[in-house]
């Protein structure tokens, strides 16, 4: 009776999806499962908090995203470079982590909008991050251990930081 009286709002209805989860993958064609561990944890957050998103691959029409989030290994050859600046200078946003956004050879970022200089992998592991005020809602106040070895920045004139990472004493 409850379903049944849900239905006519159901009719014809498709999801509106703000987050399109980018692939490292030329194309995506196999399972969810044969995706790279940081794009399952990607998809794993994502659904934890309740977004709706879809998984993506460099092909799909990136304007119908608000938000496009590349985990870890997408590395940006020149036809995703366009496609990602284009769609950038129409307002979307882009949330990158790791080594996404890095050239095809591993050197340095595409795009200046990163506000980021790829430096190399972070020399320490583990290392530490203590998230600044602005971001740190539900975030305790205290430095969290990175076991995993991350990648090392230097933020561009003009860019907000809003973590630091701390090395560890010995």
């Known amino acids: 009776k409850s379903v049944a009286e849900?239905?006519?709002?159901?009719?014809?209805?498709?999801p509106?999806?703000?987050?399109?989860?980018?692939?490292?993958?030329?194309?995506?064609?196999?399972?969810?499962?044969?995706?790279p561990e940081s794009e399952q944890g990607a998809m794993r957050m994502?659904?934890?908090?309740?977004?709706?998103?879809?998984?993506?691959?460099?092909?799909a029409d990136f304007k119908k995203y608000e938000l496009i989030v590349a985990p870890d290994l997408v590395s940006f050859d020149p036809a995703l470079t366009e496609s990602i600046?284009?769609?950038?200078?129409?307002?979307?946003?882009?949330?990158?982590?790791?080594?996404s956004g890095l050239d095809e050879d591993?050197?340095?970022?595409?795009?200046s909008e990163i506000g980021n200089t790829y430096l190399g992998e972070a020399r320490y592991c583990p290392d530490y991050i203590k998230?600044?005020?602005e971001i740190a809602r539900g975030i305790g106040d205290m430095d969290y251990v990175m076991y995993e070895r991350g990648s090392e920045v230097k933020p561009l004139a003009g860019t907000d930081v809003l973590?630091?990472?701390?090395?560890?004493?010995?």
Not at 6 to 14: F, G, L, M, V
Not at 163 to 170: D, K, L, S, T
């Open 6 to 14: 849900k239905e006519p709002w159901c009719k014809k209805a498709s």
């Open 16 to 35: 509106v999806t703000e987050i399109g989860l980018l692939c490292s993958d030329q194309e995506f064609t196999e399972g969810i499962r044969d995706l």
């Open 46 to 59: 994502l659904m934890e908090m309740h977004y709706q998103f879809d998984v993506i691959d460099r092909k």
């Open 85 to 99: 600046k284009s769609y950038l200078e129409q307002g979307g946003k882009l949330i990158l982590s790791h080594k």
């Open 106 to 111: 591993g050197k340095g970022f595409v795009l």
């Open 131 to 133: 998230v600044k005020p």
């Open 163 to 170: 973590a630091y990472v701390g090395h560890p004493y010995f």
